[in-house]
């Protein structure tokens, strides 16, 4: 099949979360799989200014190549992408990402159409590509060139729809009659995810129980309806690990390689993070890591009632993220207090972020929902058995055998799980059986990227 993926952000090129990861890994898994991609994604600054081996097509398109052969288009507008920030500030979204996402929609169409890749499917990947499958039902619907391309939209995190004024509309290119409640209307105000899915030929999430979670009222964020309505069309597929970017036995940015086989090293990449960090160097220490956005749906609302509380306990933690500017000025104050035991990083750094994973003994992820979630795969991936809420893909992939889930969202429940890590910290030999089973789970991107060609055949169909 050829497949056309559309998103906002691609790793290497540019990345805020996990969205990134899923559109710069899964093309590549198709690829190996026999199947012919593109993706394209905006020129940011950061594209711009990386260190990226950047060619042109003869009409004068930006593109790069992962994988064998696959390209990496860029739409291209300096006044709309070339930013410091993708979506926003600490201070907010940029007013203009209307305007911004829909030109991104409409020169990703144009892009496909004029270096002649014609698609069987389009992958749309949240809200900022949610006019993509509009346009194909609407403006696009006599063009012969797309005649026969189906859509797919991926809901990465439902939390974020795309919600603009009403008087904006224009701004999308279509026409007004399409500002009605089946379509982009939500409580008066535009929804581009809203539209994504209303048009879309298949929907689907990032783990089976999200993909149930999001048509609850609690975890619908207001779609619930139109999921349940369209729930024969929504599926749910768990999001793969990329284990060559992924590998603690492979990993240049760690200061000892290790293995399950061998987790001898380990100890080093702990004392080499302790240092890094300012904290005092002891491996019978239990260390703590995170590596996260800042925000309430990761957690920080429940994390910051009691991390007072868990600072107090013998141990260390480290941080690692950037996001709201209420949890930099609590993080920093917690920090400011237990100096021995709080190291924090408001930044965001690849190679740190590798160093946090194979540094500490427990990944700490007490998300509120949590889509899918890469942190916890990476972690079991480096041995380093994470502590969870159950709830979306952390429920689908953490289990008492490999870690440390609490079921009520609550800071009662997690200080009792943080409690019940520290007891099994102590003893050594459960500790390394569950590191072992951490270690050896597979959560490659073959298994996920077969059933995402299943979802592209009943695309196809539809």
Same mark, same amino acid.
């Given at each position: 099949?050829?497949?056309?993926?559309?998103?906002?952000?691609?790793?290497?090129?540019?990345?805020?979360?996990?969205?990134?990861?899923?559109?710069?890994?899964?093309?590549?898994?198709?690829?190996?799989?026999?199947?012919?991609?593109?993706?394209?994604?905006?020129?940011?600054?950061?594209?711009?200014?990386?260190?990226?081996?950047?060619?042109?097509?003869?009409?004068?398109?930006?593109?790069?190549?992962?994988?064998?052969?696959?390209?990496?288009?860029?739409?291209?507008?300096?006044?709309?992408?070339?930013?410091?920030?993708?979506?926003?500030?600490?201070?907010?979204?940029?007013?203009?990402?209307?305007?911004?996402?829909?030109?991104?929609?409409?020169?990703?169409?144009?892009?496909?159409?004029?270096?002649?890749?014609?698609?069987?499917?389009?992958?749309?990947?949240?809200?900022?590509?949610?006019?993509?499958?509009?346009?194909?039902?609407?403006?696009?619907?006599?063009?012969?060139?797309?005649?026969?391309?189906?859509?797919?939209?991926?809901?990465?995190?439902?939390?974020?729809?795309?919600?603009?004024?009403?008087?904006?509309?224009?701004?999308?290119?279509?026409?007004?009659?399409?500002?009605?409640?089946?379509?982009?209307?939500?409580?008066?105000?535009?929804?581009?995810?809203?539209?994504?899915?209303?048009?879309?030929?298949?929907?689907?999430?990032?783990?089976?129980?999200?993909?149930?979670?999001?048509?609850?009222?609690?975890?619908?964020?207001?779609?619930?309806?139109?999921?349940?309505?369209?729930?024969?069309?929504?599926?749910?597929?768990?999001?793969?690990?990329?284990?060559?970017?992924?590998?603690?036995?492979?990993?240049?940015?760690?200061?000892?390689?290790?293995?399950?086989?061998?987790?001898?090293?380990?100890?080093?990449?702990?004392?080499?993070?302790?240092?890094?960090?300012?904290?005092?160097?002891?491996?019978?220490?239990?260390?703590?890591?995170?590596?996260?956005?800042?925000?309430? $749906? @990761?957690?920080?609302? *429940?994390?910051?009632?009691?991390? +007072?509380?868990?600072? /107090?306990?013998?141990?260390? =933690?480290?941080?690692?993220?950037?996001?709201?500017?209420?949890?930099?000025?609590?993080?920093?104050?917690?920090?400011?207090?237990?100096?021995?035991?709080?190291?924090?990083?408001?930044?965001?750094?690849?190679?740190?972020?590798?160093?946090?994973?194979?540094?500490?003994?427990?990944?700490?992820?007490?998300?509120?929902?949590?889509?899918?979630?890469?942190?916890?795969?990476?972690?079991?991936?480096?041995?380093?058995?994470?502590?969870?809420?159950?709830?979306?893909?952390?429920?689908?992939?953490?289990?008492?055998?490999?870690?440390?889930?609490?079921?009520?969202?609550?800071?009662?429940?997690?200080?009792?799980?943080?409690?019940?890590?520290?007891?099994?910290?102590?003893?050594?030999?459960?500790?390394?059986?569950? $590191? @072992?089973?951490?270690? *050896?789970?597979?959560?490659?991107? +073959?298994?996920?990227? /077969?059933?995402?060609?299943? =979802?592209?055949?009943?695309?196809?169909?539809?």
């Amino acid at each position: 099949m050829k497949l056309a993926f559309c998103a906002s952000e691609v790793f290497p090129f540019a990345k805020t979360g996990g969205l990134a990861d899923v559109a710069g890994a899964l093309p590549l898994a198709l690829e190996k799989l026999g199947q012919e991609v593109v993706v394209v994604m905006p020129f940011y600054k950061c594209v711009q200014d990386g260190k990226f081996d950047l060619q042109r097509t003869t009409g004068g398109i930006n593109y790069a190549r992962i994988g064998k052969n696959i390209k990496v288009y860029f739409v291209a507008n300096d006044a709309y992408f070339k930013r410091d920030w993708l979506y926003g500030t600490t201070h907010g979204d940029f007013p203009d990402n209307l305007d911004r996402f829909a030109y991104f929609c409409q020169q990703s169409l144009e892009i496909i159409k004029a270096v002649n890749f014609k698609p069987d499917i389009l992958h749309c990947h949240d809200w900022q590509t949610g006019l993509i499958p509009a346009y194909l039902k609407t403006k696009l619907a006599a063009d012969p060139f797309y005649k026969n391309t189906k859509s797919l939209i991926t809901i990465h995190n439902l939390g974020y729809q795309g919600l603009f004024e009403k008087g904006q509309f224009w701004m999308t290119g279509l026409e007004p009659k399409y500002f009605n409640p089946e379509s982009f209307e939500f409580y008066g105000k535009i929804n581009l995810l809203k539209g994504g899915i209303a048009f879309s030929d298949v929907i689907n999430t990032v783990s089976p129980t999200y993909s149930r979670e999001i048509q609850s009222k609690e975890l619908g964020f207001g779609l619930e309806g139109l999921l349940r309505k369209r729930r024969e069309d929504v599926f749910g597929i768990l999001n793969g690990l990329d284990y060559s970017v992924w590998d603690p036995a492979k990993d240049d940015f760690i200061a000892a390689k290790y293995s399950s086989g061998g987790l001898s090293a380990k100890a080093e990449d702990k004392a080499a993070l302790q240092k890094i960090s300012n904290l005092p160097v002891d491996k019978n220490i239990p260390l703590f890591g995170i590596v996260s956005r800042l925000a309430e $749906q @990761k957690g920080f609302d *429940l994390l910051s009632s009691c991390l +007072e509380e868990i600072c /107090k306990n013998n141990l260390q =933690l480290v941080i690692l993220g950037t996001g709201d500017l209420k949890y930099h000025k609590l993080l920093q104050q917690v920090a400011t207090k237990f100096t021995k035991n709080l190291a924090l990083f408001l930044k965001f750094d690849e190679s740190l972020a590798h160093k946090i994973y194979a540094g500490c003994d427990i990944f700490l992820m007490p998300s509120q929902y949590e889509p899918c979630g890469l942190g916890q795969l990476i972690s079991l991936k480096y041995g380093s058995l994470p502590l969870v809420f159950k709830t979306g893909g952390l429920a689908d992939t953490v289990n008492s055998d490999n870690g440390f889930v609490f079921t009520e969202y609550t800071p009662q429940a997690l200080l009792e799980s943080v409690d019940q890590a520290l007891k099994l910290f102590s003893q050594a030999d459960k500790w390394r059986l569950l $590191q @072992k089973n951490a270690m *050896l789970a597979d959560f490659s991107w +073959e298994a996920s990227a /077969k059933g995402y060609i299943h =979802l592209y055949e009943k695309a196809k169909k539809s």
